[in-house]
């Protein structure tokens, strides 16, 4: 199973975009690239906070992404190369997915 490991995040409220999906077994090499790109370029984005990942060997993963506010969750949405990265993974990477924006309004951990 690989992982990507909680991130420091601040004080809520922020905002979760919560993408669990299945993947395919299309172009595993093309999909690891276009995701660490993926993940570099949102790092640069006003509003970004981090994100964590998860996926088992049978494809079934989940990653979530916390924003600052919805403004930059939309604008990330808008982002020319993320709405490419999209596209192929709705036509190659993906056998299903869901997408779900949550506002955490509170957090507990150790």
Not at 18 to 47: H, K, L, W
Not at 60 to 83: C, F, L, M
Not at 86 to 96: I, N, P, V
């Amino acid at each position: 199973m690989s992982a990507c490991f909680p991130v420091k995040l601040p004080e809520p409220p922020y905002y979760a975009v919560i993408f669990p999906s299945v993947r395919t077994n299309e172009d595993e090499t093309g999909y690891s690239a276009m995701a660490e790109a993926m993940v570099e370029r949102a790092a640069r984005q006003p509003g970004f906070l981090g994100i964590e990942s998860v996926r088992d060997p049978q494809g079934h993963g989940i990653t979530v992404s916390y924003w600052t506010d919805e403004e930059s969750i939309r604008a990330w949405k808008n982002d020319t190369a993320h709405s490419e990265a999209r596209k192929h993974g709705r036509e190659t990477w993906y056998a299903d997915f869901a997408l779900r924006v949550a506002k955490v309004e509170r957090a507990y951990g150790l």
